[in-house]
């Protein structure tokens, strides 16, 4: 290549110079001529420390690798008239691959006449689908393909599990709570007010009722008194 693309080691573009010329400019600071774009034309070249460049190019890889989230499919093979004591066992195998992350295979296999009652598969696997679904959710539901019924696991993703287990959780009364504390926040109040000098304000539940007022006796009428009977009359007389 008798022509190349320079990049200093600022990373600023000096432009298109003689490979020879390339060369002395990277020598005369102490650094290596490295070939960044071959396919270019002219290919770019630039000038930096090339043992640094290529150590934060390891490092940059492992970043890449260690965010990278590797899956994994585990494969577990049941029976449709399988043992309870073996249910137990193979549940307990998914709930382990389900808890690491990796994606679960269930695997049914029919044997002879099995194959005439298919939804025994299914029931099978619905099954252990609801019996792991706390730590695993179907992502392929079940599938006859010839004599084998599969089905797919995935594990729940952290959100999805906590909003599962809120949604499990019974509801609880906080009013005996929060009466407690209103009423904590009242008597501060007052023994604020006693401090200042401050009246309470009464409580209109504790004022006592009003009293209608006494009427007086109305007094009758002249013509509704009674007269005085005779024998004191003469008497007065």
């Keep these: 290549m008798p022509e190349v693309r320079l990049i200093g080691e600022d990373g600023n573009q000096i432009g298109v110079i003689k490979t020879d010329q390339a060369l002395k400019y990277a020598q005369e600071r102490d650094l290596d001529l490295v ?7 002219p290919p770019v070249c630039r000038v930096l420390d090339y043992s640094k460049y290529k150590y934060e190019q390891e490092q940059k890889a492992k970043a890449a690798r260690r965010h990278q989230k590797q899956i994994t499919i585990r494969e577990i093979k049941l029976r449709p008239k399988i043992a309870q004591k073996d249910y137990e066992t193979k549940k307990g195998h998914v709930e382990r691959f389900l808890r690491g992350q990796d994606k679960v295979k269930i695997t049914i296999m029919f044997r002879g006449r099995e194959t005439t009652h298919p939804e025994r598969g299914e029931q099978l696997l619905m099954r252990l689908a609801q019996d792991v679904g706390e730590i695993g959710t179907i992502e ?9 019924m599969t089905m797919v696991l995935g594990p729940v993703k952290a ?3 906590v909003e599962h287990k809120e949604e499990s959780k019974p509801e609880t009364s906080t009013s005996g709570k ?12 007052a023994a604020r007010s ?4 401050d009246q309470p304000a009464e409580d209109p539940e504790e004022q006592p009722a009003e009293q209608p007022e006494e009427q ?22």
């Excluded at 599938?143 to 084998?148: E, I, K, P, T, W």
């Design 35 to 41: 070939e960044v774009a071959p396919d270019s034309r």
């Design 140 to 148: 392929q539901r079940p599938n006859l393909d010839g004599r084998n």
């Design 159 to 161: 959100k999805e599990a």
């Design 178 to 189: 929060g009466s407690r504390r209103n009423r904590a926040a009242a008597e501060a109040a």
């Design 194 to 197: 006693a401090e200042h000098g």
């Design 216 to 237: 007086p006796a109305e007094q009758p009428t002249e013509a509704e008194q009674e007269p005085e009977p005779e024998s004191e009359q003469r008497a007065s007389a």
